[in-house]
């Protein structure tokens, strides 16, 4: 299905789009998001968690007007799970109804029956292609295996996918492919070279506490300026897992249901589990002075 959507003229046009739906990028950022658009190449997000990858790949759905199909990585993860399965159980319903009507006399017929095409379920890979334009979020890609990565790698070639029951499906559009990575392991080479890649850095101060105050209003100015300076405090430690624009915002959100309108050291001490995730992490900075952490 073919729709109308929406197509920014230039990066500028689409970091105001963006604005629009709470997500703030940077000049880069905005740059590499619409080169992806008008290339039709897969954009390639790698950084720390929390930074705002996943999060792209939804605000650039909505301000395109496109579908958005998430394909979560994991280890192990197979091909038939992102591409398709035949549904069994209506397939078997399917027989044992020809059987009750007599209409089994003709084998073959009744088996190509068996593998028409509202028997397949479509796992993201082919939603994505067939509902198109569409959004593709390859999320956490570093997770997947070696495998996996090369299957990714022949799809997103050419877009299209062959089932050997109904021939090839080809994408009337290319989806905007938004691949993510943590960085747990290297992704190989052959599968950068396929995308535009971007290096997204948690935000410097200024843009912390505007993407804080867009997206909770109800956090005082002062409050979100704090949780900013404190949170990029945190990250200068040697945490196991320094904290992200999300972690922020939870801290942030924790600390208004407490009623705080700034943050003083003995709340921030209480109110860690928000913002660190790690038991290590939180006796670390709990043995450091607070006041120096989180002090105005």
């Not at 197509?7 to 590499?32: I, K, N, R, V, W």
């Not at 082919?126 to 569409?134: F, R």
């Not at 993510?180 to 396929?194: G, I, M, Q, W, Y």
Request: aromatic share 6%.
């Amino acid at each position: 299905m073919l729709r109308q959507v929406t197509q920014p003229t230039d990066p500028a046009q689409l970091a105001d789009a963006l604005e629009s739906t709470d997500y703030l990028p940077d000049e880069g950022l905005a740059t590499a998001a619409y080169l992806a658009l008008v290339m039709h190449r897969p954009l390639f997000l790698e950084g720390e968690a929390g930074v705002g990858k996943t999060a792209l790949a939804r605000a650039l759905a909505e301000v395109t007007g496109r579908p958005l199909y998430r394909l979560q990585c994991y280890e192990g993860l197979e091909a038939s799970h992102a591409l398709y399965d035949w549904d069994f159980g209506r397939q078997l319903l399917h027989l044992r109804a020809a059987e009750a009507a007599h209409a089994t006399g003709d084998t073959e017929q009744l088996e190509a029956g068996l593998y028409d095409r509202r028997f397949l379920l479509a796992r993201p890979l082919l939603q994505a292609l067939e509902d198109s334009p569409s959004v593709l979020l390859v999320d956490e890609v570093d997770r997947a295996d070696d495998e996996f990565e090369a299957f990714l790698l022949e799809v997103l070639s050419d877009f299209t996918i062959s089932v050997p029951e109904l021939g090839t499906i080809r994408a009337e559009t290319p989806p905007l492919v938004v691949l993510t990575s943590n960085r747990t392991r290297e992704v190989h080479d052959a599968l950068k070279r396929r995308c535009l890649y971007h290096w997204l850095e948690h935000p410097d101060f200024d843009r912390e506490v505007a993407i804080l105050r867009r997206r909770l209003p109800e956090v005082t100015d002062e409050l979100a300026r704090q949780v900013a300076r404190a949170t990029g405090r945190l990250r200068e430690l040697d945490l196991l897992k320094p904290p992200g624009v999300a972690e922020a915002m939870d801290w942030a959100s924790a600390l208004h249901a407490l009623g705080c309108r700034e943050l003083d050291p003995d709340t921030a001490a209480r109110t860690l589990g928000a913002v660190l995730k790690y038991r290590e992490d939180g006796e670390r900075v709990r043995s450091l002075a607070r006041g120096a952490l989180f002090g105005a």
